[in-house]
């Protein structure tokens, strides 16, 4: 596995340190509301995990999945939902949280099915952006890293369901994905 990843970009204490972060600043901006934290599936499941448990006030959770780019690197700009949430957000303060965002086609198209849905408020916090990816605005509330135009894996963050294990963020070589 070691062979298919080309250089550590984010290392495991570098995370680490950036969540907490990201988990203080949220329950400070919170504090004294109802907070609902949605992660969107897969690829946010380990940030997920690690970021609510850096939030010191009380929060709801819920988790969503859309379509993703399966086998390829490249947003088809269509988004499907494959499981929705179980609970409402009406009148709720939502924070959806994402691994990465790269076109924002997946992120746009969820900001705009959660708001017509009534809450009181939708807000976004990702682990990582490649702005330079972007093909439509998307506004990011709470960022851990700004990365450059590159393939990532690691973190939960996968290549064909793959590598989402890794404790690090690696820039995947080229030739895994081309072949
Ligand atoms: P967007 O709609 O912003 O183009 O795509 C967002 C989704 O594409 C992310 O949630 C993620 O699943 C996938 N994605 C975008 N860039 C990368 C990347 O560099 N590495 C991996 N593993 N997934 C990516
Ligand atoms: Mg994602
Ligand atoms: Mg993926």
Redesign the pocket.
Known sequence: MQQDLNKCLVGANEIKAKVKELGEQISKDYAGKDLLVIG?LN??VIFMADLIREITIPINIDFMAVS??GAT?E?SGV?RILKDLDQSVENKHVLIV??????????KYLVEILKSRGPASVKVCTLLD?PD?R?TEVHVDYNGFVIPD????GYG???DEKYRHLQEIYVLKEEIYHS
Not at 98 to 103: A, G, K, L, V
Not at 150 to 153: D, P
Request: glycine share 8%; no cysteine; proline share 0%.
């Open positions: 969107i690829g946010a993703s780019y690197t947003s988004v994402e691994d990465i965002i790269d076109s924002g086609l997946t992120l490649k990816r093909k590159e393939f990532v894996v963050l996968d290549y």
